[in-house]
């Protein structure tokens, strides 16, 4: 759209832009606390490698910033034959939450025909708002709401084998 198309377009259409920005910044704020918005700051990823050892494992993968997280990519890989089911808990106040149950396929991400498992989809989290680009976004609070942790929970992985998932975002 050039600058005289604009200009020819009635004005509360060319202030509506205007209006919308104003609005999401104010609800940042109101989400927020504060008069300021707080933008994505600290760009994190996290790494959990689950090596076999023969029992079922548990292991907090986040502990969100103090004013919140932002994750914008789960993947995983594994090296054994087997597949293996994840759980990715959100822990608040004590109380184990469930947010997914997925399958990591045998061999994912450790030979050239079995690509690393991409777990943040649609299928895993049919709930999820999409942020820019249609990215699914999972968001967490930090120490200065209710101070979530995120656990990732699997079967026994096998000796000598390891599941490795990382989840790639940003602290507010």
């Not at 377009?9 to 300021?36: F, K």
């Not at 999820?128 to 990732?152: C, H, K």
Request: glycine content about 8%; hydrophobic content about 40%.
């Amino acid at each position: 759209m050039t600058v005289l198309d604009r200009l020819q377009m009635p004005r509360h259409r060319r202030t509506a832009g205007w209006i919308v920005g104003a609005l999401i910044a104010v609800l940042i704020a109101a989400w927020t606390g504060t008069s300021t918005p707080v933008l994505l700051q600290q760009p994190r990823v996290y790494i959990l490698t689950i090596a076999g050892n023969g029992s079922t494992t548990t292991s907090n993968v986040v502990t969100p910033g103090a004013n919140g997280s932002l994750i914008n990519a789960i993947g995983c890989t594994n090296t054994d034959t087997a597949a293996y089911t994840v759980q990715l808990i959100r822990i608040r106040s004590a109380t184990n939450q469930v947010m997914a149950t997925f399958s990591v396929p045998a061999s994912s991400g450790n030979t050239t025909s079995a690509l690393r498992y991409s777990a943040l989809t649609a299928t895993n989290f049919p709930d999820l708002p999409t942020g820019q680009g249609q990215t699914l976004q999972l968001i967490f609070e930090g120490s200065n709401g209710a101070a979530d942790t995120v656990e990732f929970t699997t079967s026994a992985v096998t000796s000598g084998k390891t599941l490795t998932c990382f989840l790639q975002g940003a602290d507010f």
